[in-house]
Protein backbone atom coordinates (compact mmCIF):
# COMPACT_ATOMS: atom_id res chain seq x y z
CA UNK A 1 0.00 0.00 0.00
CA UNK A 2 2.69 2.46 -0.99
CA UNK A 3 0.88 5.11 -3.12
CA UNK A 4 -3.12 6.58 -3.85
CA UNK A 5 -4.15 4.45 -6.65
CA UNK A 6 -4.46 1.67 -4.06
CA UNK A 7 -7.71 3.51 -2.62
CA UNK A 8 -11.05 3.76 -3.87
CA UNK A 9 -12.47 7.28 -4.21
CA UNK A 10 -14.53 7.96 -1.03
CA UNK A 11 -18.47 6.90 -0.99
CA UNK A 12 -20.95 8.61 1.38
CA UNK A 13 -21.45 6.72 4.70
CA UNK A 14 -24.71 6.06 5.87
CA UNK A 15 -23.27 5.72 9.58
CA UNK A 16 -20.68 7.18 11.15
CA UNK A 17 -20.74 8.50 15.06
CA UNK A 18 -18.28 8.42 17.94
CA UNK A 19 -17.75 4.78 17.85
CA UNK A 20 -16.32 4.64 14.25
CA UNK A 21 -14.63 7.93 14.97
CA UNK A 22 -12.62 5.80 17.73
CA UNK A 23 -12.32 2.72 15.65
CA UNK A 24 -10.62 5.24 12.84
CA UNK A 25 -8.76 6.91 15.26
CA UNK A 26 -7.11 3.50 17.15
CA UNK A 27 -9.22 4.17 20.27
CA UNK A 28 -8.09 7.72 20.92
CA UNK A 29 -10.05 10.08 23.11
CA UNK A 30 -9.75 12.94 21.37
CA UNK A 31 -8.62 12.58 18.19
CA UNK A 32 -9.04 15.68 16.75
CA UNK A 33 -7.34 17.59 19.24
CA UNK A 34 -9.41 19.74 20.03
CA UNK A 35 -10.30 18.54 23.91
CA UNK A 36 -8.40 21.59 24.95
CA UNK A 37 -9.70 24.27 23.25
CA UNK A 38 -13.03 24.02 24.92
CA UNK A 39 -16.59 25.30 23.40
CA UNK A 40 -19.06 23.13 21.47
CA UNK A 41 -18.92 21.68 18.43
CA UNK A 42 -21.66 20.96 15.47
CA UNK A 43 -21.10 17.58 14.46
CA UNK A 44 -21.50 17.12 10.36
CA UNK A 45 -24.34 15.75 8.28
CA UNK A 46 -22.84 14.03 6.10
CA UNK A 47 -19.55 11.93 5.77
CA UNK A 48 -17.37 10.40 3.13
CA UNK A 49 -15.17 7.62 3.87
CA UNK A 50 -12.31 6.03 2.19
CA UNK A 51 -12.48 2.08 2.23
CA UNK A 52 -9.51 -0.38 2.06
CA UNK A 53 -9.87 -4.04 2.69
CA UNK A 54 -13.28 -3.10 4.20
CA UNK A 55 -12.78 -0.93 6.40
CA UNK A 56 -12.81 2.96 7.08
CA UNK A 57 -9.36 4.57 6.71
CA UNK A 58 -10.11 8.27 6.32
CA UNK A 59 -12.88 10.17 6.65
CA UNK A 60 -14.44 13.84 5.81
CA UNK A 61 -17.81 15.62 6.44
CA UNK A 62 -19.39 18.64 6.18
CA UNK A 63 -22.81 20.71 7.36
CA UNK A 64 -24.46 23.67 5.58
CA UNK A 65 -23.83 26.30 7.57
CA UNK A 66 -24.49 29.80 7.16
CA UNK A 67 -22.47 32.77 7.06
CA UNK A 68 -22.19 36.63 7.04
CA UNK A 69 -18.99 38.54 5.72
CA UNK A 70 -19.30 41.97 5.05
CA UNK A 71 -22.09 42.24 5.40
CA UNK A 72 -22.92 39.33 3.02
CA UNK A 73 -25.12 36.07 3.80
CA UNK A 74 -24.30 32.98 2.50
CA UNK A 75 -24.32 29.48 3.26
CA UNK A 76 -20.70 27.13 3.18
CA UNK A 77 -20.10 23.99 2.79
CA UNK A 78 -18.72 23.13 6.97
CA UNK A 79 -15.72 20.79 6.44
CA UNK A 80 -14.63 18.93 9.76
CA UNK A 81 -14.16 15.25 11.26
CA UNK A 82 -10.85 14.72 8.90
CA UNK A 83 -9.58 11.85 9.92
CA UNK A 84 -6.63 9.32 8.46
CA UNK A 85 -6.28 5.96 10.29
CA UNK A 86 -2.44 6.53 12.15
CA UNK A 87 -1.10 3.71 10.29
CA UNK A 88 -1.92 5.06 6.65
CA UNK A 89 -0.91 8.83 6.79
CA UNK A 90 0.84 10.47 3.91
CA UNK A 91 -0.45 8.25 1.31
CA UNK A 92 -2.90 11.12 0.10
CA UNK A 93 -6.14 9.65 1.40
CA UNK A 94 -7.53 12.82 3.23
CA UNK A 95 -7.18 14.54 -0.09
CA UNK A 96 -9.24 11.83 -1.08
CA UNK A 97 -11.65 12.05 1.77
CA UNK A 98 -11.77 15.66 1.31
CA UNK A 99 -12.77 15.52 -2.70
CA UNK A 100 -15.84 13.51 -1.82
CA UNK A 101 -17.00 15.74 0.79
CA UNK A 102 -16.27 18.96 -1.53
CA UNK A 103 -17.52 17.39 -4.76
CA UNK A 104 -21.09 16.45 -3.08
CA UNK A 105 -21.49 20.09 -1.45
CA UNK A 106 -20.69 21.22 -4.80
CA UNK A 107 -23.35 19.15 -6.03
CA UNK A 108 -25.67 20.59 -3.58
CA UNK A 109 -25.44 24.09 -5.27
CA UNK A 110 -22.58 25.59 -2.87
CA UNK A 111 -19.87 27.69 -4.00
CA UNK A 112 -17.56 28.02 -0.93
CA UNK A 113 -16.51 25.59 1.91
CA UNK A 114 -14.65 26.67 4.84
CA UNK A 115 -12.74 24.97 7.76
CA UNK A 116 -11.24 25.21 10.84
CA UNK A 117 -7.47 23.55 11.64
CA UNK A 118 -4.46 23.92 13.78
CA UNK A 119 -1.96 25.87 11.66
CA UNK A 120 0.31 22.70 11.36
CA UNK A 121 -2.18 21.45 9.28
CA UNK A 122 -2.86 24.55 7.19
CA UNK A 123 -0.17 24.00 4.69
CA UNK A 124 -1.82 20.70 3.88
CA UNK A 125 -4.91 22.14 3.39
CA UNK A 126 -3.10 24.93 1.47
CA UNK A 127 -1.68 22.20 -1.10
CA UNK A 128 -5.44 20.89 -1.50
CA UNK A 129 -6.29 24.97 -2.62
CA UNK A 130 -7.48 26.01 0.83
CA UNK A 131 -6.59 30.16 1.66
CA UNK A 132 -6.10 31.07 4.80
CA UNK A 133 -8.45 33.87 6.44
CA UNK A 134 -6.74 37.09 7.50
CA UNK A 135 -8.46 36.90 10.94
CA UNK A 136 -10.51 34.95 13.33
CA UNK A 137 -13.79 33.78 13.07
CA UNK A 138 -16.22 34.20 15.74
CA UNK A 139 -18.84 31.50 16.18
CA UNK A 140 -22.24 30.86 18.01
CA UNK A 141 -21.42 29.38 21.56
CA UNK A 142 -23.93 28.28 24.41
CA UNK A 143 -23.01 31.39 26.14
CA UNK A 144 -23.20 33.53 22.99
CA UNK A 145 -20.75 34.54 19.92
CA UNK A 146 -17.08 33.93 20.73
CA UNK A 147 -13.67 33.71 18.18
CA UNK A 148 -13.11 30.76 17.16
CA UNK A 149 -9.74 29.55 18.34
CA UNK A 150 -8.59 27.79 15.61
CA UNK A 151 -7.27 29.49 11.97
CA UNK A 152 -9.83 29.32 9.58
CA UNK A 153 -9.40 28.42 5.78
CA UNK A 154 -11.95 28.80 2.76
CA UNK A 155 -11.86 27.33 -0.91
CA UNK A 156 -14.13 27.72 -3.89
CA UNK A 157 -16.08 24.90 -5.25
CA UNK A 158 -17.61 27.30 -8.35
CA UNK A 159 -15.15 28.84 -11.11
CA UNK A 160 -14.88 32.54 -10.24
CA UNK A 161 -15.97 32.74 -6.21
CA UNK A 162 -14.33 34.81 -3.93
CA UNK A 163 -14.31 35.10 -0.37
CA UNK A 164 -15.80 38.76 0.44
CA UNK A 165 -13.56 40.88 2.74
CA UNK A 166 -14.80 41.63 5.95
CA UNK A 167 -14.82 39.77 9.41
CA UNK A 168 -16.53 36.59 9.40
CA UNK A 169 -19.45 35.69 11.84
CA UNK A 170 -20.68 32.03 11.32
CA UNK A 171 -24.28 31.83 12.41
CA UNK A 172 -23.77 28.51 13.77
CA UNK A 173 -21.53 26.35 16.35
CA UNK A 174 -18.18 26.09 14.81
CA UNK A 175 -17.65 22.35 13.22
Not at 19 to 47: M, S, V, Y
Not at 78 to 89: E, I, K, T
Not at 155 to 166: D, E, H, M, Q
Request: charged share 20%; glycine share 14%; with cysteine.
Amino acid sequence: MDDVEQFAAATELAEWGPAEIRALAGGADDPFGTGPLGGTWRPKDRHFGVRHEGRVVAHAGFVVVPVEVGGQRFEVAGLGGVLVDPALRGRGLARIAVTGALNAARADGLDRALLFCFPDRSPLYARLGWHALPEAVTADQPDGPAPVPLGAMWKPLSPGVAWPAGPVRLRSLPM
